[in-house]
């Protein structure tokens, strides 16, 4: 459903204030044709192009779509990872009133079926071979597909399928004659873009059902990347490494978009496997990641320096105690003292900076992280090192951007404030709700889903709940329908409890049950190698992982965390209610061959509730231990049976004197 | 441009015979490669593979016979001439400087373009950096073609076997060779690796127009591949001819899979 855009705020004098990405392209190829616009790095060099350079690809882009017969309203599929034409056909598509429609490159060509029937693709832009294969394959199943155009041509010479496949080289040569043709062609189609005009569809994973396909207007876009342009103060000298996903909304404004409006380079990296030494190369101002990237940068990290010398390694978590001490606080501009000061310099002449280097984060202004929860320590580590790493709340339904933190007020565990623009409320029933010139057109062909995810007045349900803080941050617990109650009334959000404890490395998996009981209380999986570890150390023997999780001194380690959690938890009011009272360390691993876990190992809470149905009824009665006889299955299908002892344990919990309501 | 067809014969061997003292690695064998073809010499252990290949690019000398490359006919010739008219090979054992990185060996690849003296090179002026810098460009388009961007300056002795066979292909590739003799290039690898390989030989055969021999032992591989095959068996020539005329052959059944003898 259409819906009248929110006014915004008024418009930053930022370097491009037109209002589509054609309009600003042209924009910066008239008023600064000279500065980089894109980089790739080819045959081992960073080859440039130039906004003006830029302008004159996607100029011949255009001319040649049109004659190959790209009219208003298409759909243009891309699919590759991040080069440059990629990037130039999608606005080339934008510049004929075309949509451009991204898709994961790595989708198996079955998966790609859906999107391109679902969104009536009639032309794509493609990588290399391997995409061309995967399209040639299922043509005759996507009649309307009629053209495929290729980035490079390697292996696909011997390719007969003539007036289907072009090479980019060869659009742009239609192009180029087009366009002597109908001189005033491009300029033309440019002038007509409008801010109202579908600039993108996007389709949303979809973890249930079929993806769905996001609309989002040049407004969208525009508007919202120039409020995080103008929020975070980026410049047209921002360098930004282009790695991500195309086909990921982020990528979109990231790369494309506030590149458009703030007129800073992207920078595409020569191929997937060379993305850390591109990195270090450019050295970007401006980067983000999801919170698995930067996990695998700190276990390469640490994995190195176990390897160093012993002297290394000394002088190494000596400075990263005190990183981890004063670094943050130096970064959001605390008070510290002189001395500490000084070591922290010391510090970061000897082993912040050039660890930095090496990771290329030597330049960044300002790094995002978003997707999923970070784990504190992770996160913790780089900010400690000096790099400014926030995180941001966003949906492709908000074009990115619903909450991010602002500088000086990072925290681990919240997403922070409504990003500029955007209005955030949370709905009776918990749910995080919110309205900004962001806010997608509609689902394509799916009115109903747009009805029930955005509001006549335009507020959008997230899915998520949450709450506001008490410092006005906003803390994202759960998925909404997750989410009950204890009998006190008490909000309790089972995957928040679950996640938390999951950040300590002894735990593996946790469930935890509360909704319409009087407290909360938690299953255990601990963590076979990291506890297994801890207790070879220890010079304990232990026959396997039933034996290893009944010991008294796992129960012990374990009741620390789980103590830790309360204490965290009993900080927060709305939260303290549903501190962990009583937990048990479960007698095997959960596994999705017994049906626990699903197959990407999530659990399956209901399932597991009923299988250890006397565990559950354990935990809220006064036993203090339980035997448990269970059928467990073998990895080659055999059945059997596991007996055991489950002792029943209680922590502590913090500052509850009474549970109050959640308001 | 599609693949360049098949042309003249570029290669001859003609009743060749080659023994160490009393053994006969080679007896009378006859064959020829033709421009741009990809032809595949396969047989058992021990059939004669690898001393075929090294008569061809004058390691060893046979007793008998003689080879023409290029309408030449050669006689006893060193080594590093083969080179000079343009026959390029890999190793059956990777035969890298494994100290240094992918991209050093590759342009030891480009030795024999190279013109200019020590004492240019030294100071790194006129003629040696402007060679230098063609080379460069010659072997950053190698790279490109065999996907070796992310390793271009790892030592090769720290990458997996997989990895060192093609930078080997590219090595060989640098000298941009008119003949290319490959000994098995897929020996060792596992499934994937074997297919990214065989896709490689098949991009160089058609990208470049190489000519290219390729000893094998895995039957699968040579059979999809290649455009004639010639089978050796106790140094003695068992079948010519295209890879199914020679899978329907009776002599090389019986010598893949054994005659039974009562």
Known sequence: MAM?????????????????????????????????????????????????EMADEIRRLVCGLKALGLESGDKLAVVGDNRPRLYWSMVAAQCVGAIPVPLYQDSVAAEMIYILNDADIRFAVVEDQEQVDKLLEVKDRCPQLEQIIYDDIRGLRDYAHAGLLHSIAELQTLGRDYDREHPDFFQHCVAETRGDQFAIMLYTSGTTGNPKGVLLTHDNLVITGRNGVEQEGLTADEEVLAYLPM??????????????????????????????????????????APPR???????????????????????????????????????????????????????????????????????????????????????EFYRSLGINVKQLYGQTEATVFICVQPNGQVRADTVGVPAAGVEVKISDDGEVLYRSPGVFHSYYKNDKSTRSTKTEDGWVLTGDAGFFDDEGHLRIIDRAKDVGKLTSGAMFAPKY????????????????????????????????????????????????????????????????????????????????????????????????DDGELTRTRKVRRNFIAERYEDLVNALYDSRSAVDVDLEVKFEDGRTGRLLAKVEIQDAEVYGVTELRKAG | ?????????????????????????????????????????????????????????????????????????????????????????????????????????????????????????????????REELEHRGKVEEIIDFLNLESVRKTPVGRLPYGIQKRVELGRALAAEPSLLLLDEPMAGMN??????????????????????VLIEHDMGVVMDISDRVTVLDYGRLLAVGTPDEVRNNQEVIDAYLGVAND
């Not at chain 1, 929110?6 to 930053?12: E, F, G, K, Y």
């Not at chain 1, 590149?259 to 190369?281: H, K, L, Q």
């Not at chain 1, 105690?321 to 970061?348: C, H, P, T, W």
């Not at chain 2, 690796?193 to 290219?212: A, H, Q, W």
């Open chain 1, 497 to 592: 409890l679950e996640n938390k404890l999951k950040f300590f490395p002894q735990v593996k998996e946790v469930v935890a049950f509360g909704d319409g009981r009087d407290f909360a209380a938690v299953f255990v999986n601990i963590d076979l190698d990291a506890v297994g570890n801890w207790a070879e150390r220890q010079n304990m023997a232990y026959t396997g992982y039933t034996d290893l999780a009944a010991r008294p001194e796992i129960a012990k380690m374990v009741r620390e965390c789980v103590e830790k959690v309360n204490a965290d938890l009993a900080e927060d009011s709305r939260l303290s209610a549903s501190q962990i009272r009583r937990f048990l360390i479960l007698p095997k691993e959960l596994d999705a």
């Open chain 2, 1 to 129: 441009m599609a693949r360049q067809p098949i042309g003249d014969v570029l290669l001859k061997a003609d009743n060749i015979s080659l023994s160490f003292g009393g053994v006969k690695a080679l007896s009378n064998i006859s064959f020829d490669v033709r421009e741009h073809e990809l032809a595949a010499i396969i047989g058992p252990n021990g059939a004669g593979k690898s001393s075929m290949l090294n008569v061809i690019n004058g390691f060893y000398h046979p007793q008998q016979g003689q080879i023409t490359f290029k309408g030449q006919t050669r006689s006893r010739m060193k080594v590093h001439q083969a080179a000079v008219q343009g026959i390029a090979r890999t190793f059956q054992n990777i035969a890298l400087f494994k100290g240094m990185s992918v991209l050093d060996n590759l342009m030891t690849g480009r030795n024999l373009k190279m013109h200019s003296t020590m004492l240019e090179q030294a100071v790194y002026w006129g003629r040696a950096r």
């Open chain 1, 4 to 52: 009248p855009e929110p006014s915004t705020t008024a418009h930053p004098p930022a370097v491009g204030d037109a209002d589509t990405l054609p309009k600003l392209l042209l924009q910066h190829a008239r008023n600064r044709p000279n500065s980089p616009a894109m980089r790739e790095k080819a045959f081992g060099i960073w080859q440039t192009w130039s906004w003006a």
């Open chain 1, 247 to 288: 086909a990921w909304v982020g990528d979109n404004l990231f790369s494309v978009t506030q590149s458009y409006v703030a007129g800073f380079c992207v920078n595409c990296p020569e191929s997937t496997d060379t993305v850390m030494t591109d990195m270090r190369e450019i050295g970007p101002t401006y980067y983000f």
């Open chain 2, 191 to 212: 499934l994937e690796e074997k297919e990214d390989m065989c896709r490689f030989v098949l991009d160089v055969n058609e990208e470049f127009g190489t000519t290219i």
């Open chain 1, 293 to 379: 990237v930067y996990e695998n940068l700190l276990t390469q990290v640490i994995i190195r320096m176990e390897d160093a010398s012993a002297v290394k390694r000394k002088v190494f978590h000596y400075f990263m105690e005190v990183a981890r001490k004063f670094g943050s606080r130096i970064l959001d501009g605390e008070q510290v003292d002189f001395m500490d000061r000084m070591k922290y310099r010391i510090g970061n002449a000897l082993i912040y900076g050039p660890l930095k280097n090496v990771l290329g984060f030597s330049r960044i202004k300002l790094a995002f992280t978003a997707g999923e929860a970070i784990g504190p320590d992770i996160f």
